[in-house]
């Protein structure tokens, strides 16, 4: 990387200021590509915690964002797409150092982290509440920010994913405690510069950096923050709900995926083999809608296997840093092993490896892996049913459409689905029974800002998007007023 600007440290950012534990704990972060430590990192506790809901809490409750004019906070939030925008290439490299992205992918990501807010800016000031009139009473709603929000989020798109809770948590009126992945804190550590350029005021925005099981628990425990959005593994979503239950929170839940992406024998297979092959192999496979089951109809099974295979083959591997690179280097060697001991179970459970399953050759002690395609995959392989979230996709073939939807839906997940075909009636009749949060026809993952993102099943619970993400971080109260002469049973009169 060129010019990483590497902290040595990275510490939590609590009411507008840089702290380090209250117990001084931290752990190292290390980057995917030698593996080194490149920081350390404040491990945030319960106090360390405790201390970013009470700024949180102060902001909320005598600070001026949620009194602001939502025309106020949109120019804010507008400011902060400015400044992610200036710094957009110091983000998208800093991302790719962390994470192991490819450059070119991290720099959409960057992007599309100053479209949350920008998005957001716009939606905030054109917010209405509903009013319900009728000749003896006015009803109108007042939608009120919930309070101080837990945003708990993942490693794979760390900076976007942030954005993308952020964004309508703030224009909502929302304070927030962030608490970032600990394998990639280090794009998070830019937001406090960003946070403060733009005018976002001392304590509406804070971080906790840390590990899981701890600080993000604490958070979810913490009594002072009524909401909790996360993104994450379907497991650790069920333990933050039970913990969650406790103190009846709001829970946003984006969780994890094993999409189909069926293929029809009419569809347009070039442009069906390049979705195909982008959805799965972009972001390194670490993608929550990643098309890791691709499901061909047997006439074009054969061929479209091979033609998967070869140009699995020829997708370039390698420095996340080299604009050139399709796949980088997967997020940390424990993940990288555990993405390995799919592959070696793939073979194991009979499934026919036609490319990849190792480290390309000529590549050093990065989490490096080719991109695996396994054909003749089984529903009752476990290749087929658990998320295996890197570089590798698995082909089944089905013989009618009745079967494709079958094998579509047998799986707990049901997070995104793609169909390719040219049938108009089929496209809408297997859009409707695929069981998916989101489903594309003849198209890879184009979103619209404004659309519903989530799943159904172990996929989550809720939605994110447009006036779904509003609608989590505010609540509606209704205020009832008599318009004429109010006539009240009287009783013991
Ligand atoms: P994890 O569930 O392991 O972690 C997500 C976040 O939760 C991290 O910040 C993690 O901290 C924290 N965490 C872990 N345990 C707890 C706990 N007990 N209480 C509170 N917080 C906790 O997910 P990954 O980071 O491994 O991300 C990959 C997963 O995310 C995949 O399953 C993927 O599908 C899913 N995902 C879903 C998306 C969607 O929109 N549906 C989008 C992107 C990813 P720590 O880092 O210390 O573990």
Redesign the pocket.
């Known amino acids: 990387m060129s010019n990483p600007m590497l902290p040595e440290k990275i510490l939590h950012y609590i009411g507008g200021k840089h702290l380090p534990s209250v117990d001084g704990a931290t752990f190292e972060v290390a980057e995917p590509v030698t593996n080194r430590v490149y920081a350390q990192v404040a491990a945030g506790g319960p106090e360390d915690v405790d201390r970013a809901v009470e700024a949180a809490t102060a902001a909320f409750e005598t600070g001026p964002w949620p009194a602001m004019t939502a025309r106020a906070r949109a120019r804010v939030l507008n400011r902060i797409a400015d400044a992610i925008e200036a710094r957009g290439e110091q983000i998208a490299a800093m991302e790719t150092f962390d994470t192991g992205l490819p450059v070119t992918q991290a720099r959409g990501q960057a992007a599309r982290a100053a479209e949350n807010f920008r998005f957001f800016a716009d939606m905030a000031v054109t917010l209405h509440e509903d009013a319900f009139s009728s000749p003896a009473q006015l009803g109108y709603v007042l939608r009120k920010p919930r309070g101080v929000a837990g945003l708990?989020?993942?490693?794979?798109?760390p900076f976007m994913?942030e954005s993308w809770k952020l964004a309508p948590a703030l224009a909502a009126g929302c304070t927030v405690v962030l608490?970032?992945?600990?394998?990639t804190p280090l794009s998070a550590s830019l937001l406090p510069e960003i946070m403060a350029e733009a005018g976002v005021p001392d304590g509406v925005f804070n971080i906790v950096h840390?590990?899981?099981?701890v600080a993000?628990?604490a958070?979810?425990m913490h009594p002072g923050a009524p909401l909790i959005s996360?993104?994450?593994?379907?497991?650790?979503?069920q333990?933050?709900m039970r913990?969650a239950a406790t103190s009846l929170k709001g829970l946003s839940m984006?969780?994890?995926?094993k999409s189909p992406c069926v293929i029809f024998a009419d569809a347009d297979l070039d442009l069906a083999v390049d979705s195909a092959l982008f959805g799965v192999f972009s972001l390194n496979g670490?993608?929550?809608?990643a098309g890791s089951r691709i499901l061909a109809e047997r006439t074009v099974y054969d061929s479209l296997v091979s033609r998967l295979g070869e140009r699995a083959e020829r997708i370039k591997v390698g420095d996340p840093s080299d604009p050139a690179t399709e796949i980088g280097a997967l997020v940390h060697p424990e993940h990288y092993d555990r993405v390995l001991s799919y592959v070696r179970l793939g073979v194991r459970e009979g499934a026919r490896l036609v490319t990849g399953g190792s480290r390309p050759a000529g590549l050093g002690a990065g989490n490096y892996l080719a991109a695996t395609v396994f054909a003749d995959v089984t529903p009752s392989m476990r290749i087929f049913q658990e998320?295996i979230?890197g570089p590798v996709v698995c082909v089944t073939p089905f013989d009618d459409e009745a079967e494709a939807v079958a094998l579509a839906n047998d799986t707990r997940y049901g997070?995104a689905a793609y169909l390719w075909t040219c049938d108009l009636r089929r496209a809408h009749r297997v859009a409707a029974a695929v069981e998916a949060g989101m489903t594309w026809v003849n198209s890879h993952n184009v979103r619209d800002l404004r659309t519903p993102?989530?799943?159904v099943k172990a996929?989550?619970l809720g939605r994110?998007g447009g006036q779904h993400s509003i609608d989590f971080y505010t609540e509606s109260r209704i205020v009832h007023v008599a318009l004429g002469d109010t006539h009240v049973p009287r009783f013991g009169a």
């Open positions: 708990i989020t993942p490693w794979n798109t994913l608490k970032p992945a600990e394998w840390g590990i899981g099981e993000g628990a958070l979810v996360f993104t994450g593994e379907t497991t650790t979503g333990t933050i913990s984006e969780l994890g995926g670490e993608r929550c809608t998320e979230f997070l993102f989530g799943g996929s989550g994110e």
